[in-house]
């Protein structure tokens, strides 16, 4: 654990240099000093590679890029462009696909509570099918199609195949006790099936499930997709779709299966099953999370004798939540010299008002560890940006795609101006009005109080 960073947790195109290390050969402290911290960089090569790879694992039409790991216009684009489909979880992912120019029919919407809205965009646009979830859902998508001229639905139906996987219990997802999909244990799956062929409203085209997110053992995956394959091969539909949940290294030590070895054994599972078709998948984090990493400065040291010693940075539980959510955890080390051996011992934590804001407990970081240093996390790329918030009011960062020495900013970073401009009770120029807000908002919006 003192060793230097591993270079397996690293984006592909990094290179240890004069200047410390280089991705998309760049210095990250050149880019800290160009953009700010805490700042996300990705290597857009690294991100390239790992769709292309995806693609030429589960064919062209197979793989879908599930966007709420990470998701901006560039990335919508870039997934697009190396041939995937995506899969968005809510209307506001989809408009972002949509204006990345993602064609309609290489999109697919998820979803355990789509609205009228989300399932109207969706089938006026044409997406390529929408994955339903409940009756309640079938209900809205009838309502919609017996009100108007859209045309019927495409469809794939989620099931809860009754097996879970994934690192924590929060983002297990097949098992029984789910609140996304039509079990299968009860019946209901088979209920789904008979309601959605008969219905004008819907074309069945296939099965789909996703068991969890963050599995290292393929054989999981597998056992999901059997359980799935199986009832998709007796319902008698054209597609299956196993979701995603392919883990990656966070830690040195750990390790992850490739997509050819995913591919191998979620497609062998299915066959043994008795389904004779393809099968899609949808990976998220697999894509992007080594990709990225997280640039931040290092604030204050604080060393409490016989106790421990506190590194503090400039972001924390606001761009990385999954500490603190799920007991994530992550390796740091400092751009300037990656190969630093990392003796120290510290905890990591971020700025906000709670003791929880914990980067990473135990954290091994060299000596030579000074305040005003830039201290990188890699492996953020996934789930980090995307579960960002703006607690204690704090700016999210800005989001940089670095490749062949240029780096753009493909999301900028948050503005004081920004925040205020959600905020109805304060003055055009950002004062907050002082008194009578109250009297203010009930004017404004008359039934308040
Ligand atoms: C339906 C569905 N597909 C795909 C994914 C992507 O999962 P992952 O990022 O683990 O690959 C998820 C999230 O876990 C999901 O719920
Ligand atoms: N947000 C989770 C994964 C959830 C996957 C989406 N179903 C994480 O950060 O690991």
Request: proline letters at 4%.
């Amino acid at each position: 654990m003192s060793s230097a960073i591993e270079a397996e947790l690293l984006p592909l195109t990094s290179e240890d240099g004069p200047a410390g290390l280089s991705v998309g050969a760049i210095a990250l402290t050149e880019l800290a000093r160009r953009f700010g911290t805490p700042l996300f960089v990705y290597d857009e090569e690294h991100l390239r590679q790992r769709c292309r790879e995806a693609v030429s694992a589960f064919g062209r039409d197979n793989v879908a890029y599930a966007s709420k790991a990470f998701l901006c216009t560039a990335m919508a684009r870039l997934a697009h462009e190396e041939g995937m489909l995506l899969d968005v979880a809510s209307g506001g992912e989809l408009r972002v696909a949509l204006r990345a120019g993602v064609p309609a029919d290489r999109i697919v919407l998820h979803g355990n509570n789509k609205d009228e809205n989300e399932l109207r965009t969706a089938v006026s646009a044409r997406v390529r099918h929408i994955v339903v979830d409940s009756f309640d859902e079938m209900d809205r998508i009838e309502r919609l199609h017996a009100a108007g001229d859209l045309p019927p639905a495409q469809v794939q139906l989620r099931v809860a195949p009754g097996v879970a996987a994934g690192a924590h219990e929060s983002i297990r997802t097949g098992g029984n006790d789910s609140k996304f999909g039509f079990g299968l244990a009860d019946g209901v799956a088979d209920a789904a099936v008979r309601r959605a062929a008969a219905s004008s409203a819907m074309n069945l085209e296939g099965i789909h499930a996703h068991v969890g997110s963050q599995v290292l053992d393929a054989r999981e995956l597998a056992a999901g997709a059997a359980a799935v394959a199986r009832f998709a091969a007796h319902a008698g539909v054209c597609r299956l779709t196993v979701g995603g949940g392919l883990g990656v290294a966070y830690e040195a030590g750990q390790s992850a299966p490739t997509f050819a070895e995913w591919a191998r054994q979620v497609r062998d599972a299915a066959r043994g099953a008795g389904w004779n078709g393809e099968v899609a998948v949808e990976p998220g984090r697999s894509i992007v999370a080594r990709a990225g990493m997280t640039l931040y400065r290092v604030g204050t040291i604080k060393r409490i004798e016989g106790v421990r010693t506190y590194v503090s940075v400039d972001g924390g539980m606001s761009d990385n939540l999954r500490p603190a959510l799920y007991a994530s955890r992550y390796e740091a080390f400092l751009p300037r010299s990656p190969r630093s051996s990392r003796p120290l011992r510290a905890r990591l934590v971020g700025k906000h008002c709670e003791s929880g804001d914990v980067i990473i407990d135990n954290a091994a970081l060299p000596l030579d560890l000074r305040v005003s240093d830039v201290l990188a996390t890699p492996v953020t790329g996934a789930y980090g940006y995307a579960m960002a918030s703006n607690y204690n009011k704090l700016l999210r960062p800005a989001v940089v795609f670095v490749r062949n020495g240029e780096a753009r900013i493909v999301v900028r970073r948050e503005t004081e101006e920004d925040l205020l401009r959600l905020d109805m009770d304060s003055a055009p120029d950002g004062v907050v009005i002082p008194s009578g807000v109250g009297r203010l908002v009930a004017a404004r919006h008359p039934g308040t109080a």
